[in-house]
């Protein structure tokens, strides 16, 4: 039976997460429920840290806010010696409020709006990492008159294609993501900001893929990218202070997936890096890199409640939980797998072939064919490896609130975020008066 961080079977033959019974959280806080389990945070970020500072001069870990934010993860980030990487002005905005350093904050995306811009300046963000020319130009107009020049990235396409689902894919050449590598466009982005008064650039960024099990992309994307400064350095005479190799690392959904641990991973992209920077005979720019999956996917657990039990004789066995779509779209996205434990009876044989649906007003399958203790109205149900891309992507899909999280810890079970009341589903509803 798979389980990650804290978790274990108690004596009541419960799941315990972060020394709490699952069952108990449940009648708690309601289901669905997200569930955070801070010390397989916390332990992830220090294996990160460790990993790799043992292995390389300068190393900066920032977390991927996208696959998980909210105002309470800030401190824990922040009190692990993390960086924070937002992806939008929501993000950003969260960050700042629950008094994230803003000079310890990276802004991404793809087409920032003159307001995301704005603010990141404003805040002054450690980088803004740049991912095309109209944002370039835009930023050129932007921090002329600035005290201060504001430090970016170039987001370089590696054209690296990364064994992932086609949906979570960005470094090959066909991306809507940074300045192409091949074509030259990177070279040319390079010598417009390095002429930019208002702005410092330190360097280059990459992202392959998400979800990726071996190191192999990234070894190739960081061979890639040494090239890339080599060419820099011959063409400009710039040196880069960093180079920032994005994210990706996969985590375990199946007792099959077996991503390659923070060590190894370390161990591989540090051995390819230096022997190509030695190779080139660069100096070793800062490493940074941003995770988010492989930081809090495994920290993460939702808890339902299972409702109905519909056996079609010969064809299948439904049985429907009281979420779905709604907190968890991965499944219907990217046919991503879980596994899902019966959190009430963990000790029973998980021997039942079911597939277990959401309540959406849709065929909303969210775990196909898997096996269960015999189902039972009023189980709860434990899906594992939900920390990453759920909570973050959960929606109001036929007016569902969306589900509390709580963090647990030491026998301790604190809200991170309150489950949405119908108020609030209402609180930017407005009739137009001519309509009343
Ligand atoms: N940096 C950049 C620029 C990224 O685009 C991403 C993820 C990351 C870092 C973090 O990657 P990670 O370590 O989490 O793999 N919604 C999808 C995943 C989208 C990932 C987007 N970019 C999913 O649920 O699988």
Redesign the pocket.
Known sequence: MLLLGTQRVNEAGHLEIGGVDAVQLAVDFGTPLYVMDEVALRTRCREYLAAFRSRYPRVEVSF?G??FLCSGICPVIRQEGLRL?V?SGGELYTALRAGFPADRISL?GNNKSLEELEMALDAGVGHI?VDNFLELGRLAEMTRERPAPQPILIRAAPGIDPHT?R??S?GQVDTK?GFDVGSGAILEAVRRASEMPGVKLLGL?C?V???LLDTECHEDSVAVMVDLLASIRDRFGIQFEELNI????GIRYLPSHQPPSVDGFAEAVIGRLTAALDAAGLEYPALLL?????LVGEAGVTLYTLGGIKAIPGVRTYVSVDGGLSDNP?PA??E?KYTVLTANRMNEPHDTRVTVSGKHCETDVLFPDIDLADPQPGDTLAVLSTG??NYA?ASNYNRFRRPAVVLVADGHADLLVERESYDDLLKNDRIPERLL
């Open positions: 991927a996208k696959a990487d992806a991404h990492i689902h949906r979570i960005t993501f960024h992202h893929g998400s979800q994005g994210g990706g690392l941003e995770p988010g999956r492989s991965r996205l990217y991503a990453a891309y992507m």
